[in-house]
Structure formats: structure tokens, C-alpha cells
Nanobody, 121 residues
Framework: QVQLVESGGGLVQPGGSLRLSCAASGSIFSINAMGWYRQTPGKQRELVAR???????NYADSVKGRFTISRDNAKNTVYLQMNSLKPEDTADYIC???????????????WGQGTQVTVSS
């Protein structure tokens, strides 16, 4: 029913930029928050950036000043603009959304399939 579909990953040189997109679809009543996590082999999943319905944002210290998260509420889509990319940004980037599917329904975390970002010369 409800799903998150990411796009925009790829290979980029250090200092380059990428823009990730994540669109939520299905029987969605409300989206409270959306964000991006990243995962590398042997490391725990970490929060990269998050935006709530009121517009407040949070960023990992490692990406502050370089990444910008934004939302298009009409399209149920979240974006992550990544600038000045570094090799250490290489990871699988996974979209997350806290959503409810009906009035009075439970808030639940939903996860996308992930999109690979590789920063290399």
C-alpha cells in the first residue's frame, strides 16, 4: 500500500553535487516527518537529515553547511541536496517517513529501498 521510492543516487567526483528525491505514495493520510539516513558496510545506520511538517530541520554534524533537506508537501516528496561531496559521504541513502494511513491511525515509520551514492575520483 504505502511505499517510498528514492531516486537521484549515482557516482560523483569529490566536490560535486547530487540531489536525491523520495516520493511517498499509497493510502497516506498524513506525513509527520521525512528524512534521510545512510548506511555503509560495517557501520550503523545514521541520520543524515530530517524535516518535520512544521518545517523544522535537523542535520548530522558531518553534513551541516553542505546538505539541505526540503519537502514538497503537495507531492509528498522530500529532497536532499548534497553539495561539496566527500568520499566519506559514500553510502546507501535510505528515505524514511513517519506517516499515518487514516484518521486516528497509528504513526509508523516507513522506509525506502535506498539509493547508492558513491563519491570517488
Amino acid at each position: 500500500q504505502v511505499q517510498l521510492v528514492e531516486s537521484g543516487g549515482g557516482l560523483v567526483q569529490p566536490g560535486g553535487s547530487l540531489r536525491l528525491s523520495c516520493a511517498a505514495s499509497g493510502s497516506i493520510f498524513s506525513i509527520n516527518a521525512m528524512g534521510w539516513y545512510r548506511q555503509t558496510p560495517g557501520k550503523q545506520r545514521e541520520l543524515v537529515a530530517r524535516i518535520i511538517s512544521g518545517g523544522s530541520t535537523n542535520y548530522a554534524d558531518s553534513v551541516k553547511g553542505r546538505f539541505t533537506i526540503s519537502r514538497d508537501n503537495a507531492k509528498n516528496t522530500v529532497y536532499l541536496q548534497m553539495n561539496s561531496l566527500k568520499p566519506e559521504d559514500t553510502a546507501d541513502y535510505i528515505c524514511n517517513a513517519l506517516m499515518s494511513v487514516r484518521v486516528g491511525g497509528l504513526w509508523r515509520d516507513y522506509w525506502g529501498q535506498g539509493t547508492q551514492v558513491t563519491v570517488s575520483s
